[in-house]
């Protein structure tokens, strides 16, 4: 934990931190999933392929950093954190599939459907969610009480459900080539990235078993901002990068004729909305200790980084 | 729970009260779904419309059966069994999917892919298989203690995984075309449709606090041998029956080419395995008291039901 108290930090910090908590992400998730050679063998190899993939560990790293501020440690968040991943790779197979958005490269490689076929993308999405429950009730691999095992299934299911993301996801696809408010916009992205995100935080602070109910408030509050600055970031980088640097074909959105933050608010104003959204953030953490450096610099990074 | 304890009941008698159960599971899976109007009314639609098509329960029915054999109440039992039959419905909205089965009728209707649009139907699926595992973890609607709902919550996650029905699943695609024996049909069986009905069994067991491991593990013995007579049952079935008995295109198995006990082993040969199976799970109740009489019903009933 000595690693994130230093508020006065440099940024390159931050970034090495948070790639040390990526690769842990990958151990962790790698020691969840089946060996190699396991039967049926497509099914394991398109979730292995989907879950290890890289990618940024946000959801993760939110994780980590939310029970390391209620006093947990790494090791009591490598399951939550494999869980919330594994639910985020299901949601971007499903998301992918031809009858969603249809892509056929992400993170600069080839989606599941395309490397191994429909059915089995389907299935190791399907796969993966009972994989993560089964996760986090178990106590062989969450070390926390029955009580704190439970709540946090009920946590997950609940973000990712009806009401959650995939409720979200359909909105979205019904979004299509209708002209969104701000507030549609957001509602759906409340549901479609946001519930998950939020989720993440409180997996972390339940994981630590130390916070009141009015804590788990506050960290749900950050999250809820941080993950729609994250959101309109990505919207911004989405419509200023090219194929190459964000690995996957920029403007999809355009395409699909989506609504954006940046097409309903414009360039500036989207990136204005979301520096705030991280500062409104950062005021929730004020209740929450003097352990909060990381998560300020969490906050930060979402608005400004470039990928 | 008096109706179940008469040994010598008519089969009549049966049937007329596993209709009440399917009524109670109906009722008990409209509390559970979303009230008409919750946004996106397609998705919450869609899973109404795979939930509550009617069916004949009988995962519920097991649910219902095994908890009350170990004292468990019925109420305390709705919520597995609509769990139960939530991720059943879930199963079978994905396998009916053009890149599955490509099924257009289910019991008569159309399937939810046709009567919605694929994307729907898959993330129905999605949400149905989290809603169950939201109400199992949940003390508001699952009233056993933690230790028994995290339990609940991971057998189910185990069962319907990649080692589970998603695997199962994948195994029977793979072997479209492929001439199994009987074993690698019956391994491919108890993990698409036996381990679901096993883990109805262990939750409705889990849900009574009251059996010891080795009585789950009767349970367990007792709904596998059960589940394999229940899909002989099936395969003989879809090969002597009509379409409109059936209320799906009958041969289905056929026309993908697929192996059946009845291509493997003939139609009486397949009859006599089922027999001898429900004869094996009745031999497993001796152990559990004198409350069997209706989890002996439930077996005989399998192996004779002409639907």
Chains 1, 2 share one sequence.
Not at 223 to 248: C, H, M, N, P
Not at 297 to 306: D, E, G
């Amino acid at each position: 934990m000595s690693n994130f108290e230093s508020d006065g930090r440099q940024s390159e910090g931050f970034e090495s931190a948070w790639k040390d908590y990526a690769r842990r992400t990958e151990d962790a998730l790698t020691e969840r999933l089946a060996d190699d050679g396991q039967v049926p063998e497509s099914l394991h190899s398109a979730m292995k392929y989907a879950c290890l993939g890289g990618g940024k560990r946000f959801r993760a790293m939110m994780v980590y950093a939310c029970g390391q501020l209620a006093g947990a440690k790494p090791e009591r968040l490598d399951t939550p954190a494999s869980a919330i991943e594994m639910v985020h790779a299901y949601s971007l197979i499903h998301d992918d599939l031809p009858a969603m958005d249809d892509d056929d490269l992400r993170r600069g490689r080839p989606t599941c459907h395309i490397k191994f076929d429909e059915a089995t993308a389907i299935l190791a999405g399907d796969a993966l969610q009972s994989r993560a429950f089964e996760l986090l009730a178990s106590a062989g691999w969450n070390p926390v009480s029955d009580n704190y095992r439970a709540q946090m299934v009920e946590a997950l299911a609940r973000a990712i459900g009806a009401q959650g993301m995939a409720g979200g996801q359909v909105i979205d696809m019904q979004s299509a080539g209708i002209n969104l408010t701000v507030e549609g916009l957001q509602g759906m992205h409340e549901m479609k990235t946001g519930a998950l995100i939020e989720a993440s935080a409180v997996l972390g602070g339940l994981a630590s078993e130390s916070l009141s109910s009015n804590s788990i408030l506050k960290l749900s509050g950050y999250a809820r901002r941080v993950g729609l600055a994250f959101q309109i970031t990505d919207d911004v980088l989405d419509y200023i990068s090219s194929s190459e640097q964000l690995g996957k074909r920029a403007g999809a959105d355009q395409r699909m004729n989506k609504s954006t933050y940046v097409s309903i608010l414009g360039l500036q104003q989207a990136r204005e909305t979301a520096e705030n959204l991280a500062s409104q953030a950062i005021e929730f953490l004020d209740a929450l200790g003097d352990n909060t450096a990381f998560l300020k610099q969490l906050a930060k990074f979402v608005v400004s980084r470039s990928y």
